[in-house]
């Protein structure tokens, strides 16, 4: 048996925000990130509209990029002292990640990070709140999937936390809130997003529930991406808001692949300065591609990939190269490097490093969906492909 799940309500389109009048409640926390969405004007919104529909409202500030544990814990207490029966999260998917495992600590604080490590191993949660989900980017979609990402800084390692249980209950998917976008975010946010839907597409969950929501975002993403990159008010911006949420609608339920367990091993890993999740992704999932298509199934998911965005090719391994070179010149477009030498990693370091994040990579969550089996070896050669942009032959 399988299971497919999400939000119970996605509401979506210009002004959807406004929908927040209508939640039922006493109490709203809302959890937010850096100052963005306060300079925006778009936490007073939000506040005020929860006042509108007779909250008491107090907000968490200043979740910074990749969430601490640290954090996660002061935002449970906040939450312990305040007690809310919703907790209200808008922003990046920091804020968003951040305030699903201090919902997990709020209901139950005798809980451990380790447990929450564990894939599929939350408490139950609901027994004093539920969750709305606003994102301010149109990439990771964490408010429509089961996932979280929080950071060890002192371990140097990202965790994706992993339950049906935090799967938000109401989604805002407001075009509005992302017009304001840099450039330099709507190119990786944007890659993040293309890479959910092409790791849920080839991974070895994939359903026939997912497909269908994987290929569409695809075809969006590869459409609209650029188009949002260049014109913050133009339909490709909207696109890409609705492209991603539907791509993490797919991967929530099919999971994903080592394009991410490489991203969240690598992303803290070095002295030379943090790699943003998106565009690591970027950079990794040319090569990943390559890899996994040495895997009879997975070579004809992604020339099926291939098919639905018109290029061609006289068989399989023909239209799966014209996706990677598709995938190369986007990330040319959008000015992200094509390696992580390009990126600024300094060599001698990543040498040092490989073996450990190699390993630490083959250990990742999201590598026991990936297509293709792999082997700390195997993953070691993949990193050096991705550090000097090498394909790896298939």
Same mark, same amino acid.
């Given at each position: ?192 997003? @293309?890479? &959910?839907?092409?790791? !849920?597409?080839? /991974? $070895?969950?994939?359903? *026939?529930?997912?497909?269908?929501? %994987? ?46 367990? @490489?991203? &969240?091993?690598?992303? !803290?890993?070095? /002295? $030379?300065?943090?790699? *943003?999740?998106?565009?690591?992704? %970027? ?27 018109g290029i061609e090719g006289e068989d399989a391994r023909e239209q799966t190269q014209g996706l990677i070179n ?12 094509? /390696? ?17 994040i190699a390993h630490n990579a083959v250990g990742d969550a999201c590598t026991g969906t990936n297509p293709n ?22």
């Amino acid at each position: 048996m399988s299971r497919f799940t999400l939000p119970r309500d996605v509401y979506y389109g210009c002004g959807s925000l406004a929908e927040l009048k209508n939640l039922k409640g006493k109490r709203a926390i809302v959890v937010t990130g850096g100052h963005s969405m306060k300079a925006s004007g778009f936490l007073d919104k939000t506040v005020n509209y929860l006042k509108e529909a007779g909250f008491e409202v107090e907000t968490f500030e200043g979740v910074e990029p990749d969430p601490s544990i640290e954090t996660v814990m002061k935002g449970a207490e906040a939450m312990r002292k305040f007690n809310p029966d919703w907790i209200v999260a808008i922003g990046g998917g920091s804020p968003i990640d951040a305030a699903k495992a201090m919902w997990a600590f709020y209901e139950h604080p005798d809980t451990t990070f380790e447990t929450l490590c564990t894939p599929f191993s939350f408490p139950h949660l609901r027994e004093k709140a539920h969750f709305c989900a606003i994102p301010s980017t149109s990439g990771t979609a964490t408010e429509v999937t089961a996932f979280s990402v929080i950071t060890d800084y002192a371990k140097g390692i990202k965790y994706p936390l992993a339950d049906f249980e935090i799967t938000p209950d109401v989604a805002i998917v407001d075009p509005d809130i992302v017009r304001g976008l840099p450039q330099k975010q709507v190119a990786f946010t944007g890659m993040d997003a @293309m890479t &959910h839907a092409i790791e !849920a597409y080839v /991974s $070895t969950m994939a359903t *026939p529930f997912t497909d269908p929501l %994987a290929l569409k975002a695809i075809k969006m993403i590869n459409t609209s991406l650029v188009d949002s990159y260049n014109n913050p008010n133009g339909k490709g911006r909207e696109e890409m808001h609705y492209a991603q949420c539907l791509a993490g609608m797919a991967f929530s339920n099919a999971l994903l692949g080592i394009v991410h367990s @490489m991203a &969240h091993k690598t992303g !803290a890993a070095f /002295s $030379t300065g943090h790699i *943003p999740h998106g565009c690591a992704n %970027a950079m990794y999932l040319p090569h990943v591609i390559e890899y996994n298509a040495n895997n009879k199934r997975a070579l004809e998911r992604y020339a099926q990939i291939a098919q639905s965005l018109g290029i061609e090719g006289e068989d399989a391994r023909e239209q799966t190269q014209g996706l990677i070179n598709r995938i190369h010149e986007l990330n040319t477009l959008l000015s992200i490097p094509h /390696s992580m030498q390009e990126f600024g990693v300094n060599e001698k370091e990543f040498k040092e490093k490989l073996h450990t994040i190699a390993h630490n990579a083959v250990g990742d969550a999201c590598t026991g969906t990936n297509p293709n089996p792999i082997d700390d070896e195997k993953m070691a050669d993949l990193f050096e492909c991705c550090y000097y942009n090498k394909p790896y032959k298939f």
